[in-house]
């Protein structure tokens, strides 16, 4: 039987996940966490076969999370289950250390396959994700894009500020002070050679970063 860990703020989505798996041969849901601290909390003393975690939990970053799960427990393999579906942020969390990124509007029988498959430390991609990374070797990149130089809490950040959320609302989501917001975002426009918001939503705007 394989064992999970759910790390999800919505108690709607830990709920749903239970009814999929309890009619899954083999996986079981053995416990839940609401943010990504409890998750490490819980991690402390008890082990499990797979976690699976939202990108978009108040608290740590889901990156930084998936990279302390990497290097404090890598026996653990990590799904990631979000909403989001930018395939930048799919790159990002295969980068540290998901074996599997799946959005929250697929067949749940991806999810299920994802987690057969990282459990044996094989990295799963969905039929999409396996056509675009295909598709991105063969064609190749002419160059490095400036946002790719962003760390990834200031990437999260400028994802935020270009869809339009306040330094106070992002503070609030991420649970970090507004001075550190700030900080973040003036690092990201002196990165990307920026004015203001407004060059930066249009920067993100034409890199297809949001839509």
Known sequence: MISVIIADDHAVV??????????????AVKAEADSGDKLL????NNTFDA??????????????????????????PVVVFTMNADDKWAVRSFKS????????????????????SVVKYKRYLTPRQESLFANRFIVGVDGVVDHEGLTDREYQVMCMLADGMTKTDIAHKLQISKNTISNHRNNILKKLNLANNVALTKYALSHQIIL
Do not use: W
Not at 41 to 44: G, K, N, P, V
Not at 97 to 116: C, F, M, Q, S, T
């Open 97 to 116: 250390g998901a074996l599997a990124y799946i959005n929250k509007e697929e067949n749940p029988d991806e999810l299920i396959r994802a987690v057969k």
């Open 41 to 44: 909390s819980i991690l402390q």
């Open 51 to 76: 976690a699976i975690v939202d990108m978009n939990m108040p608290g740590i970053s889901s990156l930084d999370l998936i990279a302390r799960l990497r290097d404090d427990y890598p026996k653990l």
């Open 14 to 27: 830990r709920t749903g996940l239970h009814f999929i798996f309890q009619d899954c041969t083999g996986i």
